[in-house]
């Protein structure tokens, strides 16, 4: 190795590291890939559709069976057992083989049509939040339809018209548009940030390792050599077949998402590629900036694992940021992946004007500078370190 | 004799994971603090006051109150008053709002008239709990309007016949287990348990690595000097075994109790769950630990899988709605079942009975995985990857010899193969 240098032979160097050893194939490669097809395929519905719910029908009247009925054929709901008690039906739930069930009590159509106001009850099993908020969504508006199906028939005896039912019973109606996502699509909801996050937690690891490696392995030495001492040169050429792999791996997770699955890109592909390039260069940069601060293959290791799983619920595509306490708040403008998901939801959900995202671009060029400040520690370390388990 | 092996290589393998910082750092420290930063982090389980903007162009009576009455509910918060469409979206484009109430200018005219009037809502859907803030808060202040404007027209009726003619069927909606219907209750279970199954993994995938490290190196690794595979594997189970044990109670008991999450279980049930789900992710962890190849390789190879895992668990998007092959899937691992039989023992206080399938899927699982292990082990023993290989053909020429001689001559044969690494090594 003593007669080469220079950038290009670092990259050789590495890329022929990188090939001799299939971890970095297994975590660069196949772990974003699976990610990438588990999270598409997963939930390929897009909004879970037949959810398994039961009905306690204590009155078994016309009123209550066209209320099962008309339940059944809502497309998301599926109404799976009727049970003969609240007991049986709770208990099912325990079981897990039903996410919610409706409670019809004995009575309510002879107590409707003498006017008494009965009462139906929704219950629905919120340690499943999705499918119990959903099933919540149609069971509810089940229990209103059927309380306006006996006040039209009132109110139709009395000599109104349809329209003029209508008026009366729900005077000012809610019109919700969901702007970006009209489907409620959860796919689009979740995996637009689930597969670049997934990618974030390689990069940070595979960058902190690789580095690592070479003082671990003893050949840091030859490594800033064949740099001419330079660390910037060192750090950037060892990275750079790196930053070509996981570049495509970016690629192709937009291709997956905007290309085959079509997801709304209302700006188009660009603005998200230059996106998911920078996401990938600021990873990278924050990677080495812990690499070289803390001079422990496993601390830094951890720091870097550590930070790119708590960047999924920090970045607040599930939980909104500004839902969480303030300390985690302020620290959530410490993870790329945070400006990400700030520039997806303006660029690819909501199609705005560049300009409103140019600040988080510019944290993610920020964070690929962010090793300037103590990149030095590394050459000293690559000099001076001996690895401790 | 056996016995007195196993409890030798559990003290041993208790002894290497106090003394291994890497190790201590997975088994002990992240279960203690990483449960703790995510019950912090959902702590306020909802959203409360989502800025909304809202644009008035009917300013009536009604449309004031109605505004009025949205910004008073705990869901929503009106940060400003638009004059128009343009300038409530530049306030949503900057992240400053999170939705808008359109009110039309015909809102009073309609209702005049007695036809069905409409209250428009845009929503940012950058999150769902936006849109579910948004349509609860609006909901909720839209059916009390539409009660006391229809109690205005039916004037002249009684009270009572008001209510009844205004909801013929009244409904009550009750979320079971999860009281507040919030993101701790729902996601923290999970978590937990997913965080016993990982850290496991870590912690014992690092020792594997260790010891391949060493092994490369040629230096000896627990296990060449007992007769038995069973007894190092069975060690080495009791020793996390009893480790987990102690930070198990602490992550199911003593986490959710600080943050005042429900605790519906009786210890019987928890601790019969909770046992057969530690070996099953025990003997888990020690099958793939063998794919490590050095120390610090296991955060590369298994922290990404808790992402896919946590999804395969079917807490998040419901199980009956996975593609088959990811339900058939999701079955190898244990979280799958220790998630959904934890989540429902602690939520929703459920018996053995209510969770029999997944207390019998646990159980096979550690049948499955410590078949696995003891075979690994068994090759591991015979392979001449093992400095121990004078040992291992030592003791296939005392099987071949009479039983009763060999009791004596094993000692010797062992000091042999002993004396044979050392000199080798010397080399």
């Known amino acids: 190795m003593s007669g080469k240098s220079g950038f290009w032979a670092i990259v050789k160097r590495e890329s022929s590291r990188m090939y001799s050893r299939p971890l970095y194939g297994l975590s660069m490669v196949f772990a974003p890939l699976f990610c990438f097809i588990f999270f598409t395929t997963l939930m390929k519905e897009g909004l879970p559709e037949s959810l398994p719910a039961g009905v306690v029908d204590e009155d078994n009247t016309a009123v209550s069976r066209s209320i099962i009925r008309n339940l059944d054929s809502y497309q998301q709901t599926e109404i799976v057992r009727q049970y003969s008690n609240f007991a049986e039906a709770r208990e099912a739930m325990q079981r897990n083989e039903i996410y919610g069930f409706f409670y019809i009590p004995k009575g309510t159509q002879d107590k409707a049509s003498s006017q008494e106001q009965p009462k139906i009850s929704i219950y629905t099993n919120a340690t499943y939040l999705i499918p119990s908020s959903l099933l919540y969504r149609d069971m509810k508006t089940m229990a209103v339809m059927a309380s306006a199906a006996v006040g039209r028939e009132v109110l139709t005896a009395r000599g109104a018209n349809m329209d003029q039912a209508m008026g009366f019973l729900q005077p000012i109606k809610m019109d919700l548009h969901a702007l970006g996502n009209p489907w409620l699509n959860y796919n689009v909801y979740l995996s637009n940030t689930m597969l670049p996050a997934v990618l974030v937690l390689m990069v940070l690891m595979v960058t902190c390792f690789s580095v690592h490696c070479e003082l671990k392995d003893g050949t840091a030495k030859e490594w800033m050599e064949m740099a001419g001492d330079n660390v910037l040169k060192a750090v950037s050429a060892k990275l750079f077949p790196q930053t070509v792999v996981f570049s495509f791996m970016a690629l192709v997770y937009i291709v997956i998402l905007y290309g085959y699955l079509g997801f709304p890109a209302n700006n188009g592909l660009w603005p998200m590629l230059l996106a998911a390039q920078l996401l990938i260069l600021a990873s990278q940069g924050f990677a080495v900036f812990i690499a070289s601060a803390i001079p422990s293959l496993r601390w830094s290791l951890s720091l870097c694992t550590l930070w790119g799983v708590l960047s999924i619920p920090i970045s607040g595509f599930s939980f909104p940021v500004m839902g969480m306490p303030e300390a985690l708040q302020a620290l959530s403008y410490l993870f790329p992946l945070r400006y990400y998901f700030l520039i997806y939801v303006d660029q690819a959900l909501n199609g705005i004007p560049m300009v409103y995202s140019a600040w988080f671009y510019t944290a993610l060029v920020a964070f690929l500078i962010l090793p300037l400040v103590d990149i030095s520690l590394l050459r000293k370390a690559a000099h001076e370190y001996t690895y401790l388990p | ?427």
């Open chain 2, 1 to 427: 004799m056996w016995i007195k092996d196993l409890l030798d290589v559990c003290g041993k393998e208790l002894r290497k994971t106090v003394s291994d910082v890497g190790v201590l750092v997975f088994f002990i420290v992240v279960p203690l603090l990483y449960p703790l930063l995510y019950a912090y982090l959902y702590g306020r389980e909802v959203v409360h006051e989502v800025p909304v903007v809202a644009v008035d162009d009917c300013r009536s009576t009604t449309s004031r109150e109605f505004l009025r009455k949205s910004d008073a509910t705990p869901d929503l918060r009106i940060i400003s008053y638009c004059s128009d469409m343009e300038e409530a979206r530049n306030l949503l484009h900057r992240h400053k709002a999170y939705g808008v109430i359109y009110i039309p200018s015909d809102l009073d005219h309609t209702l005049e008239e007695g036809r069905q009037a409409t209250i428009n809502l845009y929503c940012d859907m950058s999150g769902l709990l936006y849109y579910k803030a948004m349509l609860s808060g609006c909901t909720m202040v839209s059916l009390e309007m539409n009660r006391n404007i229809q109690m205005v027209r039916l004037s002249g009726m009684s009270d009572r016949e008001k209510e009844v003619m205004t909801m013929p069927i009244e409904n009550e909606y009750v979320t079971m287990f999860n009281p507040t219907n919030g993101f701790q209750g729902f996601l923290i279970p999970a978590v937990l348990i997913l965080v016993l199954q990982q850290t496991l993994v870590l912690g014992v995938a690092m020792m594997a690595g260790t010891e391949e490290e060493r092994r490369r190196r040629g230096e000896l690794v627990l296990g060449h000097e007992y007769d038995n595979p069973i007894t190092v594997l069975g060690g080495k189970a009791l020793a996390y075994l009893l480790v987990y044990g102690l930070t198990a109670s602490y992550v199911l008991c003593v986490v959710p109790w600080l943050f005042h999450m429900p605790q519906l279980w009786k210890l019987p049930t928890l601790v019969t769950f909770v046992i057969p789900f530690l070996l099953a992710s025990i003997f888990f962890a020690i099958s793939i630990s063998f794919f490590v190849r050095d120390r610090e390789s296991c955060f590369l190879l298994f922290v990404f899988v808790s992402v896919p895992l946590i999804f395969m668990s079917g807490i998040s998007w419901p199980t009956s709605n996975m593609p088959a092959f990811w339900r058939v899937f999701a079955q190898i691992f244990p979280s799958t079942q220790g998630v959904n039989g934890f989540a429902r023992i602690n939520t929703t206080g459920a018996l053995l009975q209510d969770v029999r399938y997944e207390l019998i899927a646990l159980w096979i699982q550690t049948a499955v995985y410590f078949m696995i292990s003891l075979f690994i082990y068994e090759r591991l023993y015979r392979s001449d990857k093992m400095p121990g290989i004078e040992f291992v053909l030592a003791m296939r020429a005392r099987a071949r010899r009479n039983v009763r001689v060999a009791v004596r001559d094993i000692r010797s044969d062992i000091e042999e193969a002993a004396e044979r690494i050392r000199g080798r090594r010397k080399k």
